[in-house]
């Protein structure tokens, strides 16, 4: 039995061990803003945050996150979340969407760990969220102006 | 470097190899990922001559791409056999750990992981609580065994450590420890630590002589 915590509540996992955190967050819990895109580390359309760090959760057993903190594109919060979602939507970010939660979880954890991040510093943590739309350039200009939008 | 290897295996193993192949084809294939016992040197008698076999034989587990791969000569890690540049696109970071927001552990575990309802050629994510990459002073891509050798007896690219710590290392360390149990879908280095330890208490206490070049 494996228990942890998903957006805030307390949550256990009884089935195979090996079964991937994507599996059990879309299939068992059935929130499916969390997408899954290549099942292999390889896209980032699989983000959550573990423990308040971004994770590709369809490459983490299950068994591996007894007792940890699991949050996902629908319990996203705090100031970092509203900067990004009125950026994004400001700038109408997304074309196709398929893999925007992925990139909404690692920019707002660049933003948590990095509050006003540089050109290079947004590339290198937004470098394993594919987008095959290319919406990369709205995107890295919504993570500036989430930033900037909380200074001051 | 997958050429270097094969010429570092066949400098250590002609002679072993040759034999295989009058042998049998099974007696090959065991050679190819084993390593030489440390003892069995004890027949070259020349102590130079000896210590600078060990390290030959230790280079088939130092420039193994499972080695090679994490002590890249770039701010990029390596991958597989073919030692391309790690995909998804990483780089080094504060302490090799990665760049903020895509450190290594946002897909490595602390275990090889197997992955779910994929395509035989890809069977687990490598993985180990200490995933980091080799400091760049570290780093062996592109450097001959002789580079590489001479690179770790000297404190300042060896992290400061003394032979016997070096030898502590190679022979217990956990990270390196790794390169024998890569994950199902992976190559091990040869032999095993154990052996490996031995060959490289053994280069040390023979002088830690290196391959010129």
């Known amino acids: 039995m494996v228990t942890f915590t998903?957006?805030?509540k307390e949550r256990s996992f009884?089935?195979?061990p090996d079964t991937p955190l994507l599996w059990?967050?879309?299939?068992?819990e059935k929130l499916t803003?969390?997408?899954?895109?290549?099942?292999?580390?390889q896209c980032g359309a699989c983000t959550v945050h573990l423990d308040g760090m971004p994770r590709r959760s369809c490459i983490t057993p299950i068994a591996t996150i007894d007792g940890s903190d699991v949050v996902t594109i629908e319990g996203i919060s705090g100031k970092e979340a509203q900067a990004v979602q009125t950026a994004w939507t400001g700038l109408d970010v997304p074309q196709c969407g398929y893999c925007q939660s992925g990139q909404i979880m690692s920019a707002v954890a660049l933003l948590q760990m990095v509050p006003k991040p540089t050109d290079d510093?947004?590339?290198?943590a937004m470098t394993g969220n594919l987008c095959r739309c290319a919406t990369y350039h709205r995107i890295r200009a919504a993570i500036h102006n989430a930033a900037n939008s909380m200074e001051g | 470097m997958k050429i270097k290897l094969l010429f570092s295996g066949v400098a250590a193993h002609c002679?072993?190899?040759g034999a295989g192949i009058l042998l049998a084809p099974a007696v090959v294939a065991q050679n190819t990922n084993s390593l030489r016992s440390a003892e069995s040197f004890q027949s070259i008698a020349d102590e130079r001559a000896r210590s600078l076999a060990l390290f030959e034989e230790a280079g088939k587990v130092i420039q193994h791409p499972r080695c090679v791969n994490c002590h890249p000569a770039t701010e990029r890690p390596l991958q597989g056999m073919s030692m391309h540049p790690h995909q998804p696109p990483v780089f080094r970071g504060d302490g090799g750990m990665g760049l903020v927001g895509m450190q290594c552990n946002t897909c490595h575990s602390e275990q090889n992981t197997p992955v779910v309802g994929q395509a035989d050629t890809l069977k687990s994510i490598p993985g180990n609580?200490?995933?980091h990459l080799a400091p760049i002073e570290m780093a062996w891509e592109g450097k001959t065994l002789g580079q590489i050798c001479v690179q770790l007896k000297d404190p300042k690219r060896n992290g400061d450590k003394t032979m016997d710590e070096i030898v502590e290392h190679m022979a217990k360390d956990d990270l390196?420890?790794?390169?024998?149990q890569p994950g199902d879908g992976r190559e091990p280095v040869p032999g095993t630590q154990e052996e490996f330890g031995k060959i490289i208490r053994a280069w040390v206490d023979t002088g830690a002589v290196c391959p010129s070049g």
């Open chain 1, 14 to 16: 009884d089935g195979d």
């Open chain 1, 33 to 41: 803003g969390t997408k899954y895109g290549c099942g292999v580390a």
């Open chain 2, 176 to 180: 390196v420890g790794w390169g024998w």
């Open chain 1, 121 to 124: 510093e947004i590339d290198g």
């Open chain 2, 129 to 131: 609580p200490a995933w």
């Open chain 1, 6 to 8: 998903l957006n805030g």
């Open chain 1, 24 to 28: 059990v967050i879309r299939d068992f």
């Open chain 2, 15 to 17: 002679l072993i190899v």
